[in-house]
Nanobody
Framework: QVQLEESGGGTVQAGGSLRLSCALS????????LGWFRQRPGDKRWALARIDSDGVPMYLDSAKGRFTIALDSAKNILHLQMSDLKPEDTATYIC???????????????????WGRGTQVSVSS
């Protein structure tokens, strides 16, 4: 059974940094796609970044330059390093996984079958 569990969220002042982690268990596919999303209250879930099994990252404009996605394949932990955080980054951050590689919907919720429950990030001004 595939399970994803996020950690690393918290409250930080504007301009600060956080590193989120997503522990993957039961995920033993050779080809896969892993992504980070965020969701603000009352809003839809938006993609931030994804990384494929070749280690190639891709970012949406909202994440470019400030966020970095990376996979520690030895530990099966997906990270999202966030810097220069802004109050508008306040949201629940959620990781996702899909077997078979990154497809056309890798930066959309439709591209993933497996989801974590999220970790809350709050950025104060």
């Amino acid at each position: 059974q595939v399970q994803l569990e996020e950690s690393g969220g918290g409250t930080v002042q504007a301009g600060g940094s956080l590193r989120l982690s997503c522990a993957l268990s039961g995920f033993t596919f050779n080809r896969y796609c892993l992504g980070w999303f965020r969701q603000r209250p009352g809003d839809k879930r938006w993609a931030l970044a994804r990384i494929d099994s070749d280690g190639v990252p891709m970012y949406l404009d909202s994440a470019k330059g400030r966020f970095t996605i990376a996979l520690d394949s030895a530990k099966n932990i997906l990270h999202l390093q966030m810097s220069d955080l802004k109050p508008e980054d306040t949201a629940t951050y959620i990781c996702a996984a899909e077997a078979g590689g990154c497809g056309a919907f890798a930066l959309h919720t439709l591209g993933y079958s497996h989801w974590g429950r999220g970790t809350q990030v709050s950025v104060s001004s």
